[in-house]
């Protein structure tokens, strides 16, 4: 399927074609039915959703676990969450499972470690204070 700008799509490989994808989603997203933006833009799902999935192909562990895994794919540590969450006393808390995620964390380290937010809202023990 070409796009107005001669685009034909294939499966996407690569964040670059993930973020084309995203990008022309989000221009065709009210295309009518019927019209070829529509076929477009349902092309586009299935082609994301599929990306998304193989990106997302995550283990069955906790949340903050989760979160130690994606730094370590990264290349990313303690510092790296504080600076975009801007704390770290409260980041080596959850780390150390002595605080749960906040909202605000579970967004931005979404984000970040590209990790669906639904995996981060499970639920998890912590420890208890000593």
Known sequence: MKTDKNKTWFLLE????YEAATKRYEQLKDAERG???HKEKMLLVHL???YENKLWDLPDVDPVEMIKIRMEDFG?????????YGDRGTISKVLNYKQSLSLTMIRKFSQLLKIPA???IREYPLKKAV
Do not use: C, S
Request: net charge negative; glycine share 4%.
């Open 48 to 50: 994301i959703a599929d």
């Open 14 to 17: 690569t964040e670059a074609d």
């Open 76 to 84: 990313y540590n303690a510092a790296t969450l504080a600076k975009v």
């Open 118 to 120: 639904e995996w981060l």
């Open 35 to 37: 019209t070829e933006g």
